[in-house]
């Protein structure tokens, strides 16, 4: 009878931790390529990395914005991208969709306000996990993103790896593959 009970309680166990196995808390920090803290809460962390494969690209926050629409003044990360003409992309960013994901809020291409942007990946996500959000830009033009995880890893300090799709009501605009990894923030794109 103790063998059995053992046996079920060891099996009990076992079937609990492969339930969690594929499911993990992904922090701010992989993002912002800051330092882990190993808590699962979205906190605001200081951010100064620069990053990419020429060291084209920079994440530095967090700073106040007021968002010129609404007048709300807004915790914000700045990623600039220089192209290898030296025009610099900026982009503002911030945690978005109930924590679910950092997201932009402004983009220097299109000199607009975005709402409900969806970047990357926050809180806890399951491997093969797709969830769908939808922003709008100033005009109201909207936006559908999906985000997949590809590779999650087991370790709060692991990399992630991702698909990213945006579209609008004709097309795909932007299909691509992210990893995020500690203290690099973005480490590599694959544009499909």
């Not at 196995?21 to 912002?32: D, G, K, M, V, Y």
């Not at 009501?169 to 500690?182: G, K, L, Q, V, W």
């Amino acid at each position: 009878m103790m063998k059995r009970f053992l046996m079920i309680l060891v099996l009990g166990l076992l079937l609990r931790d492969n339930a969690f196995a594929n499911e993990r808390f992904i922090p701010l920090e992989l993002f912002t390529g800051g330092k882990i803290r190993g808590s699962n809460e979205i906190t605001f962390s200081e951010a100064n990395i620069t990053f990419g494969k020429r060291d084209h690209k920079r994440i530095t926050g967090p700073m106040d914005w007021k968002n010129p629409m609404t007048g709300e003044t807004i915790k914000v990360y700045k990623r600039t991208n220089k192209s290898n003409s030296g025009k610099v992309k900026t982009q503002l960013f911030t945690v978005t969709n109930d924590n679910q994901c950092i997201g932009r809020v402004w983009d220097s291409r299109y000199n607009t306000v975005i709402k409900n942007g969806c970047k990357f990946p926050l809180g806890i996500w399951k491997k093969d996990e797709s969830r769908t959000f939808t922003s709008t830009r100033v005009g109201g033009k909207s936006y559908t993103q999906v985000i997949k995880i590809i590779k999650l890893g087991k370790k709060a300090k692991s990399c992630v790896t991702f698909r990213w799709t945006l579209s609008d009501a004709a097309s795909t605009i932007d299909d691509n593959t992210y990893t995020y990894c500690p203290n690099k923030s973005m480490s590599n794109l694959v544009e499909h």
